[in-house]
């Protein structure tokens, strides 16, 4: 599930893209996108597909984030610390590392 809010001088908007394990979930004054089934013994509308193109392609630029960070095993496994706060701590530090792998991917050996 991907949630975000944009917000700009005349609006403020939150938009959820969500997959269909959460069907039944409409929060409120969220707009929300889900992905549309192909009806039982017919086929889906060009305009179907490509808003499930659209919201495909959202997602999974989200769902390889989350897979890098998850790269540190501390942030995908039972994390059985009970300081408080800890399990921020922790989740930033795994976020800042993944950060730091994708930007000095990009950096020129000059």
């Known amino acids: 599930m991907l949630y975000f809010c944009v917000s700009s001088e005349r609006t403020?908007?939150?938009?959820?893209?969500?997959?269909?394990g959460f069907q039944?979930?409409?929060p409120d004054h969220i707009q929300?996108?889900?992905?549309?089934?192909?009806?039982r013994g017919q086929e889906l509308t060009p305009a179907d597909?490509?808003?499930?193109?659209?919201?495909?392609?959202?997602r999974i630029l989200v769902e390889h984030v989350l897979a890098g960070v998850k790269r540190c095993h501390i942030v995908q496994d039972v994390f059985r610390n009970t300081?408080?706060?800890?399990?921020d701590l922790v989740m930033e530090?795994?976020?800042?590392?993944?950060?730091f792998r994708a930007l000095s991917r990009y950096v020129?050996?000059?």
């Not at 530090?93 to 950060?99: D, M, R």
């Open 12 to 20: 403020w908007g939150c938009v959820l893209f969500k997959d269909t």
């Open 24 to 26: 039944g979930y409409e």
């Open 32 to 39: 929300t996108y889900q992905p549309k089934k192909k009806p």
């Open 49 to 58: 597909k490509v808003e499930n193109t659209m919201i495909s392609r959202i």
């Open 83 to 87: 300081k408080a706060q800890f399990e």
């Open 93 to 99: 530090i795994a976020c800042g590392l993944h950060n």
């Open 108 to 110: 020129s050996s000059e």
